[in-house]
Structure formats: C-alpha cells, structure tokens
C-alpha cells in the first residue's frame, strides 16, 4: 500500500493520498511554500506516482512530449541530474496551459504527463508565460529597468539586450539587431499570444536590422511566415530561408502596396513600424486594412511622430484632435477619426438600436470608412501604438429572463435572495464556486 507521506531529497515531507482523484497541484508545496515541481526528485516518489498514474502494469513511455519551454535547473537540481536523480531533459508545462487539468490524475487522463521528463509547474512566469491583460509582481528586465506585467518579451530583452552585461553575442553570428520601445511589449503580449504554435503569416513594413524576424520566429514557433516590406535594398539579406520574403519599396507609394495586396494572399498580422510619417502611416492603413484577414490585427507603432514636424515627418507640435491640420492629416488624428467610425451607428443620435452606415454618406470624407466600420471589432490604444481587432461586429441589444423593476418608484419589493439565485445560476453554468 502507498504510504501517506514522502521525504524529497530536500528532507521535506510531501503528502501523498492514497486515492490519484484527491492529488492536487497545491499538494505538491513544499511546506516552506516553495513551488515543487511534479518531476521525481527522488526513485520511491518516481515509483509512487508512477503506481498513481497507473503504470505499475505497463512500461512508461520512453518518448517526450513536445518541449513547451527549456528553464534553466537550479545548482540542486542540476547535481541531482548529474547523479541521475532527475533527467536532465526538461519541459515545462505551466498550469495555465494545461486546460482542466485540476489534479494529477485529470492530468494522465489528458495524456499529458507521460513520462518524468515533464515538469509541471504552477505556472512558468519565469519566461513570461502568463495571461493576456495579466500582470506580474515588478520584475526587472534590464537593469535599472522593471515592469508589473513581465511577458515572455521581456525574458527575450532579458537575455539578449544590449545592456544586460550577460547576453551572449559572442554565441552568435551575424546576430540581427532589435531596435524596441519594450512599452510596445504588452500590446504583443496581449493580442499574439493567440497566434503561438499556429501557422500564422506576418506582414511587416519596417524591416530595418532584421532583429524583430529573429524575436518573432521563435516566439510564434515554426508556422510563423514573415513578408517584410523595406525601402533599403540590403535588407534583402534576410530572404534567406523559406519563412522569409523581403519586398522593396515605399510604403507611401499606392501603386506599390496595391502590387504588395496581388502578390501575396491576406495576412494575419499586419504591423506598421516604417518611416512613421503622416502619409506613410495614414496611406498604409487605408490601403492594406483590407488585406488583413477577417480575424486579424492591423498594428501601428511609433505614433508620437503624429507631433513631430521636423524629419520630414509631417506632424504638428503642441496640438491635438481639436486642430484641423491635426484631425485631418496626421496617423493620431486618424486614428481619431476611426473611433468615431467604429461607433457610426450611434453618431445619427440613436439610443436603443444603431442606424446603417449608408445614413452616413458623405458624412465622413474619407472613402472607405465603410470598409473599416463593417470589420473593426476593438481598438485598443497604447502608449505610440495602437491595435485594431478585426472580427465580427453585429451590435445589438437583448435582455434575460426574469423580473424587470419598472423605471419610476414602484413601492416597496420583496428582497432579493442571492445566495438562492446565485446557487441557481452556478448549477446551470457548472460554476465552481460555492456561495
């Protein structure tokens, strides 16, 4: 019979219940609170969870699952390994990832912990997995430089910035260089992690040093296809492998980009980081808004030249959306504009249903407002960078079943009883919450 406790390598006692139904992921603490990961420090719990598990009556595959992400062991870790304790091949499997997965043994029912090469985790922060719109304690990822929402960005910056005395160049050849405000990190964070792991086609303007193809491909995984769009013809170098196509040419040129739209097919992601003038920036989104998928994302960054009027760049200081010139000729005041464009159907002054975009014509000078409002889903506005979600956008309104209190003062009511509706509610959504 199993034991009901076990003693690590580090002398500390883990409870282990008898029953693989009652195993959860809190139980696998450390009494000291450290976060102990479910592979084997140890042959008895080797033997213990593999009984667990089931594998008592058969041969643990030899095979490891796919590598989700390498760590680095700890001094402990990597002197147990070298004593053949623990395997020195890791994955981690951060808890996020593993979907429904509330105890071990849910666990080996989904076919994830096949073999002790996989270490379960509660969830690896670490690398900055974590959670669109998620934020972290402050970690620093520079030095002198922190942040409350440490993405797995920031990790890359971690190791390969330039300021970080430890990034290992004299590891690499012709190592491209990333030119990045790390502010835009959270804006990635949030709307790509989606698009990890799939096949997923990226069209950039603004290929410069050829660091951000290096940063992406291994942050999206061996789907990720890149068509780069360049005014400098030496960029060219980085068609050298078949996930790469590097066109030349001005993004502020229609003709161009309308050749751009022919040649290849709808992108997923489509980002602007060019020469951030006001016709670059408004040109490009006008005409490659449409050769973005209808799910996907147009991105522009660098909107603070929006206020620069030196360089060619064509913005106009110390003004905002109420100046003219402002309104109708920079990317901030398009951008602007294309909020109101995403709420057209209310500018007609309609309260309980929107009106249709053909009330509006001419209302709005620019052509293809129409084309932007039937497959803008959300905007999302960052600091110099802004996000357009593409999606479906039926707006309308409905209402549930129950008891509707009339508008003016109706007397008094019968009080409300929460806990009966919410233990009503819970039973119906499968809620695991206990009211």
């Known amino acids: 019979p199993l034991s009901s406790s076990i003693k690590t390598q580090d002398k500390t006692t883990m409870t282990v219940p ?15 609170g450290r976060k102990v990961a479910l592979v084997p420090r140890v042959p008895l719990l080797v033997a213990a969870l593999a009984y667990i598990a089931g594998y008592s009556h058969g041969t643990m ?12 062991m700890s001094p402990e870790e990597q002197r147990a390994a070298e004593s053949g304790t623990v395997p020195t091949a890791m994955t ?14 849910d666990m080996f029912k989904q076919n994830i912990c096949q073999d002790p090469t996989v270490r379960v985790v509660d969830d690896d922060k670490e690398h900055g997995f974590i959670a669109p719109f998620e934020r ?9 430089h922190t942040t409350d929402t440490y993405t797995w960005f920031h990790s890359y910056l971690n190791h390969f910035g330039k300021e970080n005395p430890e990034s290992p160049l004299w590891k690499f050849r012709n190592f491209p260089l990333l030119h990045i ?11 790509w992690q989606r698009y990890r792991g799939k096949d997923v086609v990226f069209m950039e303007i603004g290929v410069q040093s050829g660091g951000k193809i290096a940063m992406l491909r291994d942050y999206f995984g061996p789907g990720f296809k890149y068509i780069g769009i360049d005014i400098n013809p030496s960029t060219k ?9 590097i066109e030349i040419g001005d993004s502020e040129k229609r003709p161009f980009l309308e050749k751009i739209k022919k040649k290849y097919p709808k992108v997923d992601i489509f980002l602007d980081d060019g020469g951030h003038t006001m016709n670059q920036q408004r040109t490009a989104m006008e005409v490659m808004w449409s050769h973005v998928k209808d799910d996907g994302l147009y991105m522009c960054e660098d909107l603070n030249t929006s206020w620069n009027a030196k360089g060619g760049f064509q913005g106009k200081r110390l003004v905002d959306e109420r100046d003219e010139y402002f309104r109708e000729n920079t990317m901030m005041g398009l951008i602007h504009r294309s909020i109101d464009w995403l709420h057209y159907g209310w500018v007609g002054g309609r309260t309980g249903s ?7 014509e001419g209302f709005w000078p620019e052509r293809w407002w129409k084309t932007f409002a039937a ?54 959504t499968g809620s695991e919450w206990k009211f």
């Open 136 to 144: 972290t304690p402050p970690k620093e990822f520079l030095p002198g």
């Open 237 to 245: 170098m980085f068609e050298s492998a078949d996930f790469v196509n």
């Open 354 to 360: 929107p009106d249709e975009p053909d009330k509006f």
């Open 61 to 72: 595959s030899a095979t490891p699952r796919p590598c989700i992400c390498n760590v680095k």
């Open 18 to 32: 008898k029953f693989p139904s009652e195993i959860s992921f809190d139980s696998f603490r450390s009494n000291h």
């Open 375 to 428: 497959s803008c889903k959300h905007i999302h506005i960052y600091n110099q960078i802004v996000v357009y979600e593409k999606g479906q956008t039926e707006i309308f309104s409905t209402r549930t079943i129950g008891y509707q209190l009339p508008i003016a003062e109706s007397g008094e009511h019968e009080k409300v009883d929460w806990k009966d509706i919410s233990t009503k509610i819970a039973s119906y």
């Open 92 to 105: 981690v499997l951060p808890r996020s990832q593993v979907e429904k997965a509330t105890t071990y043994y």
């Open 181 to 191: 405000w790390p502010n835009f990190f959270e804006a990635y964070h949030n709307h």
